[in-house]
């Protein structure tokens, strides 16, 4: 399956794991991204669907490979899906040549602790739960970048900032999970 | 889904009945309270729960238990507190067995029938093993 956010590897490990494993690895996704869960525990093939009914997530497949069996889900909540949002979006790539030309403003929406550990340089960090409260440190000439980790925080920032009338934001996607550039 | 759950018996099977389903519920958003009285108590006693008894004839599961790879008990009581699965033990059962809470798993709290009951009266799933 395309657009596998994180894959999850659970293979040997018998029940409760899967579950437990699964519920672990999608807290770390945003809504609508999506995780693969790779086991060998043939009781998964009713309880990852089962699991995912009941904690609002959407299951979306189960691809068998001999004894491995892959499942998909996609973590649910609000989504942030390009075709729902109007938010204008720019590669990794497209970002990293505009900030080569000059100064650009770009806002890293993740965590504290996800920006220590490296972020783009000159980014500046306003994690995602603070954006409505210190929206007057973000310029509203000019354009604005936004990045997170995949794309999903990114575009939730850009849609609260919207939804105040911002209209000069840009999101950076995938992002910090996919970065080849420079790292401060 | 709030799950209330009483474990009153003190072998491996015992433990991994109670355990499975408390953790599969903490992973499924579940609110998980488990009650452990009588020889329930085994099942979080430091020492005793790194070697409980398989029923007796049937200890030849042992072989299947490390061939499937299912967590030790030691890490399931583990995963359960990490997962806010809350542990309450029976006073009345650790006063007849000379048993103090210190004995017991980190976060295991002490209360009796009444406290169980309060929890459970609106509980969505109550089980007994």
Same mark, same amino acid.
């Given at each position: 399956?395309?657009?596998? $956010?994180? %894959?999850?590897?659970?293979?040997?490990?018998?029940?409760?794991? @899967?579950?437990?494993?699964?519920?672990?690895?999608?807290?770390?996704?945003?809504? +609508?991204?999506?995780?693969?869960?790779?086991?060998? /525990?043939?009781?998964?093939?009713? *309880?990852?669907?089962?699991?995912?009914?009941n $904690? &609002?997530?959407?299951?979306?497949?189960?691809?068998?490979?001999? /004894?491995?069996l892959?499942?998909?889900?996609?973590?649910g909540?609000?989504? %942030?899906?390009?075709?729902?949002? @109007?938010?204008?979006t720019?590669?990794?790539?497209?970002?990293?040549?505009?900030?080569?030309?000059?100064?650009?403003?770009?806002?890293?929406?993740?965590?504290?602790?996800?920006?220590?550990?490296?972020?783009?340089?000159?980014?500046?960090n306003? @994690?995602?739960?603070?954006?409505?409260k210190? !929206?007057?440190?973000?310029?509203?000439?000019?354009?604005?970048?936004?990045?997170?980790?995949?794309?999903?925080?990114?575009? #939730?920032?850009?849609?609260?900032?919207?939804?105040?009338?911002?209209?000069?934001?840009?999101?950076?996607?995938?992002? #910090? &999970?996919?970065?080849? &550039? @420079?790292?401060? | #889904?709030?799950?209330?759950?009483?474990?009153?018996?003190?072998?491996?099977?015992?433990?991994?009945?109670?355990?499975?389903?408390a $953790?599969?519920?903490?992973?499924?958003?579940?609110?998980?309270?488990? =009650?452990? $009285? =009588?020889?329930?108590?085994?099942?979080?006693?430091?020492? +005793?729960?790194?070697?409980?008894?398989?029923?007796?004839?049937?200890?030849?599961?042992?072989?299947? =238990?490390?061939?499937?790879?299912?967590?030790?008990?030691?890490?399931?009581?583990? !995963?359960?507190?990490?997962?806010?699965?809350?542990?309450?033990?029976?006073?009345?059962?650790?006063?007849? #067995?000379?048993?103090?809470?210190? *004995?017991?798993? *980190?976060?295991?709290?002490?209360g009796?029938?009444?406290?169980?009951l309060?929890?459970?009266?609106?509980?969505?799933?109550?089980?007994?093993?």
């Amino acid at each position: 399956m395309e657009n596998v $956010t994180k %894959t999850l590897d659970a293979k040997g490990l018998g029940c409760p794991m @899967p579950v437990v494993r699964t519920k672990k690895a999608i807290e770390e996704l945003s809504a +609508g991204e999506i995780l693969e869960v790779v086991v060998t /525990d043939r009781g998964s093939i009713a *309880d990852i669907p089962m699991w995912a009914k009941n $904690t &609002g997530h959407e299951y979306l497949e189960l691809v068998e490979e001999g /004894d491995v069996l892959k499942h998909y889900v996609r973590k649910g909540g609000k989504t %942030t899906d390009k075709e729902e949002t @109007p938010v204008k979006t720019i590669t990794n790539e497209e970002y990293l040549e505009i900030a080569d030309k000059g100064p650009v403003t770009l806002i890293d929406v993740r965590e504290p602790d996800e920006f220590a550990a490296g972020h783009a340089p000159g980014a500046k960090n306003i @994690p995602l739960g603070q954006i409505d409260k210190r !929206m007057d440190e973000i310029p509203e000439e000019g354009d604005v970048y936004i990045m997170c980790r995949s794309g999903g925080r990114a575009g #939730m920032a850009c849609d609260t900032l919207e939804t105040f009338g911002r209209k000069n934001l840009i999101r950076v996607a995938p992002g #910090m &999970g996919d970065w080849n &550039g @420079p790292i401060e | #889904m709030k799950v209330a759950i009483i474990a009153s018996n003190g072998g491996l099977f015992d433990a991994y009945k109670v355990f499975n389903i408390a $953790t599969a519920a903490a992973a499924t958003d579940g609110e998980v309270e488990i =009650f452990f $009285t =009588f020889e329930g108590l085994n099942l979080i006693h430091k020492e +005793g729960l790194k070697q409980l008894p398989m029923p007796e004839g049937k200890e030849h599961f042992a072989e299947g =238990f490390a061939n499937a790879n299912v967590p030790s008990i030691e890490e399931l009581v583990g !995963m359960s507190q990490e997962m806010g699965v809350k542990f309450i033990a029976c006073q009345m059962t650790m006063d007849v #067995m000379g048993l103090k809470k210190e *004995d017991f798993a *980190d976060g295991t709290e002490v209360g009796g029938a009444v406290t169980f009951l309060g929890y459970a009266k609106d509980a969505d799933i109550t089980l007994t093993f």
